[in-house]
């Protein structure tokens, strides 16, 4: 057992990784509000070492700033952004890949691995390896003098007034499964993986689990959404539900999204069911339900039943 997985689990955090100019950086899941492909970048005005452009998210302008070592040149190709939010102003990330979620001790801030005066802030992984944090709000707090991003924080709109609405709902992980578009809870999710080794099981009466994966030595049993095209399922998303890990299989990860669907009334506890998102519907994943028809005699650690 790693040091990272001998941590109780309320004292990790939920951290998205990414790739840029090839290396890995990360950056809590609680401060992104989405993941979103990037169509086109319309060039700044003036100079910045930091900005790249501007993109169009549904309307919304969105300033893009990139991740790089110190002189690198900016990586020439950048087709994801990483939507961040703090207050009204929105900032955009490019990045050239999402590598997934993991959940990691918080970051700790680390002097001396660069000639600057101020700290580094890090993860460490399961293998011991650093990877740089982001702080996003010093981030922001750093680019005042950028004047689409002034503009965004002097906006009173509705949307702007309901910021800390939206960011305080439910992220979600999508993906897809044929033409079928689902979403996963983004905080039940560890990581999401395209390499691992798969081993059939023999079918049981009224048992649908055919199928379990191995992932850093431990055998996780595979929950399939639909029955069709079972080759295409090649991607693995890894969940934490009922103090077990799960594997859902998917052939597409399309990345994190806020819901877009009105709220709902306070004291609604109950699952969505159905969430909206850039146009399109997402089916939430009941994953005791989905648990329960794979494993109907799964045996959750306190003794009752999915």
């Given at each position: ?97 999402i590598i997934g979620i993991r959940r990691f001790r918080p970051e700790r801030s680390v002097a001396g ?194």
């Amino acid at each position: 057992m790693s040091l990272a997985e001998g941590l109780a689990d309320d004292e990790k955090v939920s951290v998205l990784l990414f790739l840029s100019g090839g290396r890995r950086y990360g950056i809590r899941l609680s401060k992104v509000r989405e993941v979103a492909e990037i169509e086109a970048i319309e060039p700044l005005e003036g100079r910045s070492e930091d900005y790249v452009g501007v993109m169009v998210l549904r309307d919304e302008p969105i300033p893009l700033a990139v991740v790089r070592p110190a002189g690198a040149e900016i990586p020439p190709s950048l087709p994801i952004c990483i939507v961040l939010q703090s207050g009204a102003a929105v900032i955009g990330l490019a990045v050239e890949r999402i590598i997934g979620i993991r959940r990691f001790r918080p970051e700790r801030s680390v002097a001396g691995l660069v000639a600057e005066d101020r700290p580094q802030q890090t993860y460490l992984d399961d293998d011991g390896r650093l990877i740089q944090a982001i702080d996003v709000d010093r981030w922001f707090a750093a680019q005042p003098k950028l004047p689409l991003l002034s503009d965004q924080r002097n906006v009173k709109s509705p949307a702007a007034q309901d910021a800390a609405t939206q960011a305080s709902r439910t992220r979600y992980m999508a993906l897809t499964v044929g033409d079928r578009h689902f979403a996963v809870d983004s905080s039940l999710v560890e990581r999401a993986i395209d390499d691992a080794s798969v081993a059939m099981l023999p079918k049981r009466p009224g048992v649908r689990l055919d199928s379990v994966i191995e992932v850093s030595g431990n055998v996780l049993p595979v929950l399939r959404l639909s029955t069709q095209a079972l080759d295409a399922s090649a991607i693995y998303i890894i969940v934490n539900f009922f103090d077990h890990k799960w594997a859902i299989a998917t052939e597409r990860v399309l990345g994190i999204v806020a819901n877009e669907s009105p709220a709902r009334a306070s004291g609604d506890d109950t699952q969505e069911r159905v969430i909206a998102s850039k146009g399109r519907f997402h089916e939430v994943i009941d994953l005791r339900a989905l648990i329960a028809a794979h494993v109907p005699d799964f045996v959750r650690p306190d003794g009752s039943r999915a």
